[in-house]
C-alpha cells in the first residue's frame, strides 16, 4: 500500500471532518504503543474516561526501555499495522517525519483549536517539532521528563553521618549541587556500612545496548557547556565535541564510575538503578524523573526515605532531556479514531489528571499552576531541570549517531581503552562519517 | 538410557565404577545447580530475589508465577480501599502487595505461538527432511554429495544476516509477523539437520527390505510406509526432538520478524519487567514453564535419542 | 562432498549404506531378502514400479525440500550478495539503490573495529569447543562405565542443553551478579577469590561467556561421545585384552581413534553454530565491557537493525558466510581423509 497517498488520503478526510471509514461504536478500538514502564500504567488508568467518554476501546502494547527502539522502529520501517498510535522517543521525529512515519498534525491541530502556546515551549520543540524549532508538529507532547537524582534522606538525616561528612569535607550533608559535591558525598558513602550491609556511593548508567551511558554521560558532558557543534556551522564538530570541557566532563564521569558505584555496575540502565537503589545498595542514583512517583511510594524506600535533587552544576546549569511525545502513526488504519484520542488528551482537565496520576503532563496549566511546586517532592526539581534541558541529536541518522557514542564512551569509560580525549575524537571521525554518508556534510 | 544390546564397555572393576559413578554425579550436582536456584527462585518475592546476601532460606510464594501471567500497576492504599474485595486468589495476593491486575499478561499468548511455531515447523521438517532423506538414500541423484553439502551449508549462515533479507522479502509478502512465515523459516532451517540426519537413518535399512516388499506386489509408496518408516521411526523420533529443541528455544528470528502476532516466548521471557529492574521470580517462572514441554518431550522419547545420535552402530 | 564417508562408522573399514555390525549379518529379518541380494551397498534399482519412474519419485521426493530451502535461504543469500555491493538501508524505502562496487568491502577490511569483533568471537569459539571437548569426551568416557543409576543422571545433566539460550543468558546475569547472585559467593566459598565481577571485568568477561556456553552444551558432546563409545563393539576390546594390552594402550589404540569421528563431528557442529552466536552472549553482556565481547552476529546485528547500513551489513554477513563455509569444507575434507585411514 502506497504509504504516503494513504496517510495524504487520511489526512485530507480529517481536514474535511469525514470519517475514514464508516464504523459502530461497539467496534471502534485502538492500540496505543509505548515503552513498559509506570508511566505507561498511569496512562493505562487515564485511558480509561476516554474510553468511558467515547466509547472507543483502548489497547496497549507496551515493551521495555531495552527493546522499545529496536522493536517499534522495526516495526514502523517493515510498515505495521500494529500501533494506532505510538508514544515514541523524541529522537525518532527526525527519521519519522522524513520516512513518513508519523502523520502530520498541523491542519488537525488548526481545525480543533489546539494551540502548541499550551504547552512549555521546550518541550514543543523537543517533542513535536522536525525539523527542530520550526512550526512543523508531528506529535503532541506526551510525557516530559529529565534526568535527575534521588538519594536517601533517611541515611543523609544520620547525625553520626552528618558529622562524619562535615569533619571530612568541611560542609554539611546535603543534596550535592555541584559535581564535585556530587563526587564527595559518593565517596562518603562508598563501602560504608549502613545497618549491617554494606553500601555504595551511586548508580549512575553505564548500559551498553540501547543508549544508557551515553544518556549517563551527556547528564555530565551538559553541566560543562557541551555543545554538539558550531552554533554557525551545523555538523562541524570538531573543537565542540571534543574540546578540553567535554574531555573533563568525561574524565570526571569515569572517575566517578570507578570510586563510587556497587561492584558490577557495568551495564546499568534505569532497572538495574532501580534495583541497586530499592534493595538498599546506594545512597544515590541517577534516573528518570519519570519513575520518581514510583520511588516516592515505594514500600521499602519511599516517603521520607527518599529526595530528590536536580542534576548537579558544574559551569552551567543542565539536565539530558528525556520524554516524549504522542504520534499517529501514518500506516494504521484507524486515523480518525487516533486524532479523538489526541484530542481528549490536549484538555487541560486531563493534563491535570494525567499530572495527578503519575505522568508528566507537558501542559501550562499544570507546571505554570502556582500549587504545582507543592504537589509532589520532585516537582519543583521537574521544573527547573526542564528549564535547562539539552537533547541528544534528533536526525533520522540518530540511531548511528547514538550507537557511536555508545561504543565510544563504554569503550573509555567501562572497558578501560584509551583516553578521554581519544575517545572524544574517534566519536567525531565517527560522527562525521555518518553525516557525509547522509549528505549532510 | 541404556538401549543397547551389546554394550561396548571396558570391563571395568567395580572400584572404577564408583569412582566414576562419583565424579559423573558431582558434575551433574554442579551443572544442576544454577537450575535449582532459578526454580527455587520461581518461589521468592520480588524484594526477596534481589536481597544481597542471596537468600537460601525464604518464604515461598507463587507471587512469580501470578506476576507471569498478569500485567498490574501499583496504586494508593486509599484507591485500593475503595475497590470491591477481590475475587479470586492471585487478585488478592496481588493486592496485598498494594497493586491491582490491569489484565493478563502476553505469556500466554507467546506460549501458545511457541507451540503452534515449535511443533508445527518440527513435524514439517521431519516430514519433508524424510521425504528428502529417502529420495537421496535409494535413488541415484546427479550431484547428491554437493547437493547434501548445500543443504548442510544453509545452516552455515548467521541467522542475523539470513534476517536481513527474510525481513524485506517478508513485507514485501506480507508474511511479517505471522505464524507461516515463522514456520516456514524454522522447517527452512530444521531441514539441513533432518536431511542429513534422516539420510543416515535410512541409508541403514537394508534395501532389501523394501526389494522383497515390491516383489510382493506392493507399490513404492506402499513398501515406502510399511517398511521403512517403521524401521527408521527411532530416527525419525531423535531427529524430531533436535529439531523441537532449535525451534522451540529460537530467538533471534522471533526478535526481529515478529511483534505482537506471531512472536513466540523466548523474546519475552528476558524482558518481563517487574518495579524497577527485571521482575526474577516471573522470568524464573516463565523459564521454568517453557521448559516442561522440551523436557517431558524429551523424557517421552529418551530411549531413540542416544540411538538418534549412534547412526545405526547398534540394532537388535 | 560425499557425506557418506562423513558418517562415523565401525572402525572396519564398511562404511557408507547398510553399516552393518559384522554379528548382524545372519539377522535379516524380512524373508528370502538375503537370497534375491547380498548386502550390496552399490546398486540401484533403476527399473519402472508401477507408474512413475524411480527417478520422477526420486525428485518428487526431494523437490519440496530443494525449494523451501532455494526459496528461503538461497534467494535471501542470493539477494544478501546484491545487497552487499549497494548502499541500501531498510529503513528509507524509497530512495533509490545506489551500487558503490566494493566500496563495503574495503570500509570492512579496513576497520580495526571488525577486526576485533572477529578476534572476540574467534577466542569464544576456541576456548569453549576446548572445553567442551575435554569435559564431553570424559564425561562420556565415565558415563560408559554403567554405574548404577548412570542413566537418570545422564538424563539431569542433559537439561542445560534443553534451555533457549537467550533465557540462559538472561539468568546467568543474575547469577553473575556480584552482590544478589550466588556465582560470587560460590567461588569464594571454595577458592576465596576475593570481590571480582564476572561480566564487568574486561578480563573476565570473555571467559565468563566462555563458561555459559560450555555449562551448556558439555551435554551435547557428552552424548555424541557417548554415541561413539557405544558403537565400538566388544569384540576388539576382548582381542585386544587377549593380546595382553594394557588398559592406557587400548585406550589410545581402540577408544580414540573410533570415537574420534563421532568427537570431530560434535567439533564441527558447536564450531558452527558459536561461529554464528547471538542471543547467549547479548542478553549475558550486551557485547561488553566496551567491546570485548562483542561477537561477530551482535556488531551484524547492530549495524544492520539499529543503524539500518543494510549494504554494509549484508557485506559483513556474506564476510562470515565465507569464513564458515570454507572453514567447514576444509575441516571435512579433513574428516574424510580421517574416515580412509
Known amino acids: ?90 529522537q525518532w521525529l527526525g527519521g519519522s517525519a522524513t520516512y513518513g512515519h508519523y502523520v502530520k498534525l498541523n491542519d488537525f491541530f488548526a481545525q480543533e483549536g489546539i494551540s502548541m502556546d499550551d504547552f512549555l515551549p521546550a518541550t ?49 550533608l546535603a543534596p550535592p549541587a555541584t559535581w564535585d559535591q556530587l563526587k564527595d558525598v559518593a565517596t562518603f558513602f562508598q563501602g560504608r556500612e549502613i545497618d549491617g550491609k554494606t553500601v555504595y556511593g551511586a548508580a549512575i548508567y553505564t548500559e551498553r545496548g540501547s543508549e544508557g551511558i551515553t544518556m549517563g554521560v551527556t547528564e555530565a558532558l551538559y553541566p560543562w557547556g557541551f555543545q554538539y557543534q558550531d552554533p554557525e556551522q551545523p555538523y562541524q564538530m570538531d573543537g565542540y565535541v571534543n574540546s578540553p570541557d567535554a574531555v573533563a566532563a568525561l574524565e570526571f564521569y569515569k572517575a566517578l564510575f570507578e570510586c563510587c558505584t556497587p561492584p558490577g555496575h557495568t551495564d546499568a540502565y534505569m532497572t538495574t538503578n532501580l534495583d541497586a537503589y530499592r534493595s538498599g545498595q546506594v545512597a544515590m542514583q541517577m534516573n528518570w524523573f519519570a519513575f520518581f512517583p514510583g520511588i516516592a511510594k515505594d514500600d521499602q524506600v519511599g516517603g521520607d526515605r527518599s529526595g530528590f535533587f536536580v542534576n548537579p552544576k558544574a559551569k552551567i546549569e543542565a539536565s539530558a532531556l528525556g520524554g516524549q511525545g504522542i504520534s499517529v502513526v501514518s500506516y494504521s488504519d484507524n486515523q480518525d479514531l487516533a486524532l479523538e484520542y489526541i484530542k481528549w488528551f490536549a484538555e487541560p482537565e486531563v493534563q491535570k489528571k494525567w499530572w495527578a496520576l503519575g505522568g ?43 550507537q557511536a557514542m555508545q561504543k565510544r564512551t563504554h569503550d573509555f569509560v567501562v572497558a578501560d581503552q584509551g583516553t578521554a580525549q581519544e575517545a572524544l575524537d574517534k566519536l567525531v571521525q565517527d560522527w562525521t562519517q555518518v553525516f557525509e554518508d547522509d549528505g549532510k556534510i | 538410557m541404556s538401549v543397547d544390546s551389546t554394550p561396548s564397555v571396558v570391563a571395568a572393576t567395580p572400584l572404577a565404577r564408583r569412582v566414576a559413578g562419583s565424579l559423573v554425579i558431582a558434575y551433574a550436582l554442579i551443572s544442576m545447580i544454577p537450575l535449582v536456584w532459578i526454580f527455587m527462585t520461581s518461589f521468592k518475592t520480588p ?9 537460601v532460606v525464604f518464604e515461598p510464594t507463587v507471587e512469580g508465577y501470578v506476576n507471569l501471567f498478569t500485567n498490574r500497576s501499583r496504586q494508593t492504599p486509599e484507591y485500593l480501599a475503595s475497590l470491591p474485595p477481590p475475587e479470586t486468589w492471585y487478585e488478592e495476593l496481588v493486592r496485598s502487595r498494594n497493586m491491582v491486575i490491569t489484565g493478563p499478561s502476553r505469556f500466554v499468548g507467546r506460549y501458545w505461538n511457541s507451540l503452534i511455531i515449535g511443533f508445527g515447523s518440527t513435524f514439517l521438517a521431519v516430514f519433508l527432511g524424510t521425504l528428502a532423506a529417502y529420495g537421496f538414500s535409494r535413488f541415484k541423484v546427479p550431484g547428491e554429495g554437493d547437493l547434501l553439502f548445500f543443504i548442510l551449508s544453509t545452516r552455515m549462515m548467521p541467522p542475523i544476516a539470513v534476517a536481513i533479507p527474510i525481513f524485506l522479502m517478508y513485507r514485501q509478502l506480507g508474511l511479517s509477523d505471522t505464524h507461516l512465515g515463522m514456520i516456514l523459516l524454522y522447517t527452512s532451517v530444521n531441514l539441513s539437520l533432518s536431511v542429513w540426519l534422516l539420510k543416515g537413518f535410512i541409508d541403514e535399512i537394508p534395501r532389501e527390505y523394501e526389494e522383497a516388499a515390491m516383489v510382493d506386489g506392493y507399490s513404492r509408496l506402499q513398501a515406502f510406509f510399511r517398511v521403512v518408516l517403521p524401521q527408521a521411526r527411532t530416527g525419525i523420533a531423535a ?40 521482575d526474577w521470580p516471573a522470568v524464573a517462572a516463565g523459564t521454568t514453564l517453557f521448559l516442561l514441554p522440551i523436557v517431558l518431550f524429551t523424557v517421552l522419547l529418551r530411549k531413540h535419542l542416544l540411538r538418534g545420535i549412534t547412526f545405526g552402530a547398534v540394532r537388535k | 562432498m560425499d ?59 526431494i523437490a519440496p525440500t530443494l525449494l523451501l530451502l532455494l526459496a528461503i535461504n538461497i534467494f535471501p543469500l542470493l539477494w544478501t550478495v546484491y545487497l552487499s555491493f549497494t548502499d541500501y538501508r531498510a529503513n528509507r524505502p524509497g530512495v533509490p539503490i545506489e551500487w558503490v562496487g566494493t566500496r563495503n568491502y574495503e570500509r570492512l577490511l579496513a576497520s580495526e573495529d571488525v577486526w576485533g569483533y572477529l578476534q572476540a568471537t574467534a577466542h569464544f569459539v576456541c576456548w569453549s569447543i576446548a ?44 547469577l553473575f551478579q556480584p552482590q544478589a547472585g550466588i556465582f560470587n559467593y560460590m567461588v569464594n566459598f571454595f577458592i576465596g577469590a576475593g570481590d571480582f565481577t564476572m561480566i564487568g571485568d574486561v578480563n573476565l568477561a570473555p571467559w565468563a561467556i566462555v563458561l555459559v556456553d ?122 574424510n581423509r580421517m574416515k580412509q585411514r
Open chain 1, 124 to 172: 514543543v520543540e523537543a517533542y513535536s517539532t522536525w525539523p527542530k524549532g520550526s512550526t512543523e508538529y508531528w506529535a503532541l507532547p506526551a510525557m516530559g521528563d529529565a534526568l535527575g537524582w534521588v538519594y536517601r534522606k533517611d541515611w543523609f538525616a544520620r547525625p553520626e553521618l552528618q558529622q562524619a561528612f562535615k569533619e571530612k569535607y568541611g560542609y554539611d
Open chain 1, 360 to 402: 508528566y503532563s507537558c501542559h501550562k496549566a499544570v507546571l505554570e499552576d502556582p500549587n504545582f511546586p507543592n504537589t509532589a517532592p520532585f516537582a519543583a526539581d521537574f521544573l527547573r531541570a526542564m528549564s535547562g534541558v539539552k537533547d541528544f541529536w534528533q536526525e533520522p541518522t540518530y540511531a548511528e549517531l547514538l
Open chain 3, 131 to 174: 572445553l567442551q571437548v575435554i569435559l564431553g569426551f570424559g564425561l562420556a568416557l565415565l558415563i560408559n562405565r554403567q554405574f548404577k543409576g548412570h542413566a537418570t543422571w545422564t538424563t539431569l545433566i542433559l537439561l542445560p542443553m534443553m534451555l533457549s539460550p537467550a533465557v540462559v543468558g538472561t539468568f546467568w546475569t543474575y
Open chain 3, 214 to 335: 560450555t555449562w551448556m552444551w558439555t551435554p551435547y558432546v557428552m552424548l555424541i561421545c557417548l554415541a561413539g563409545l557405544r558403537s565400538i563393539p566388544q569384540y576388539i576390546y576382548e582381542a585386544a585384552e587377549v593380546d595382553r594390552a594394557s588398559a592406557w594402550r587400548q585406550f589410545w589404540s581402540i577408544t580414540v581413534p573410533m570415537v574420534l569421528p563421532f568427537l570431530m563431528l560434535a567439533v564441527m557442529f558447536r564450531a558452527i553454530e558459536n561461529f554464528k552466536m547471538f542471543d547467549l552472549v547479548v542478553e549475558l553482556t550486551s557485547g561488553g565491557p566496551g567491546s570485548v565481547t562483542e561477537l561477530a552476529s551482535i556488531n551484524l546485528k547492530r549495524e544492520a537493525f539499529e543503524k539500518w547500513r543494510t549494504g554494509y551489513s549484508s557485506a559483513f554477513a556474506v564476510i562470515l558466510f565465507v569464513t564458515v563455509f570454507g572453514a567447514a569444507n576444509i575441516y571435512v575434507k579433513l574428516l
Open chain 2, 239 to 278: 531427529t524430531a526432538i533436535f529439531c523441537l529443541i532449535w525451534s522451540w528455544n529460537e530467538y533471534a528470528f522471533a526478535l526481529l520478524l515478529t511483534s505482537g502476532t506471531a512472536q513466540t516466548a523466548p523474546p519475552f521471557i528476558p524482558i518481563i519487567i517487574g518495579e524497577g529492574g527485571l
Open chain 1, 1 to 90: 500500500m502506497n504509504k504516503g497517498r494513504a496517510s495524504a488520503l487520511a489526512g485530507a478526510a480529517v481536514a474535511l471532518g469525514l470519517q475514514a471509514t464508516p464504523t459502530f461504536a461497539q467496534d471502534q478500538e485502538l492500540t496505543l504503543c509505548w515503552a513498559a514502564w509506570d508511566p505507561a500504567n498511569a496512562l493505562t488508568e487515564l485511558s480509561k474516561d476516554f474510553t468511558a467518554k467515547s466509547g472507543i476501546k483502548m489497547n496497549f502494547e507496551f515493551v521495555p526501555w531495552t527493546s522499545f527502539a529496536d522493536r517499534f522502529l522495526n516495526e514502523l520501517n517493515s510498515g505495521g499495522e500494529l500501533c494506532d498510535l505510538l508514544i515514541g522517543d523524541s
Open chain 3, 3 to 61: 557425506l557418506e564417508t562423513t558418517m562415523p562408522g565401525p572402525v572396519d573399514g564398511r562404511s557408507g549404506q547398510g553399516r552393518a555390525m559384522p554379528s548382524d549379518d545372519a539377522r535379516v529379518a524380512y524373508s528370502g531378502a538375503e537370497s534375491r541380494r547380498g548386502a550390496s551397498a552399490t546398486a540401484r534399482p533403476i527399473a519402472r514400479h508401477r507408474g512413475l519412474t524411480d527417478r520422477s519419485i526420486a525428485w518428487l521426493c
Open chain 2, 47 to 55: 524484594s526477596d530475589s534481589i536481597a544481597y546476601p542471596p537468600k
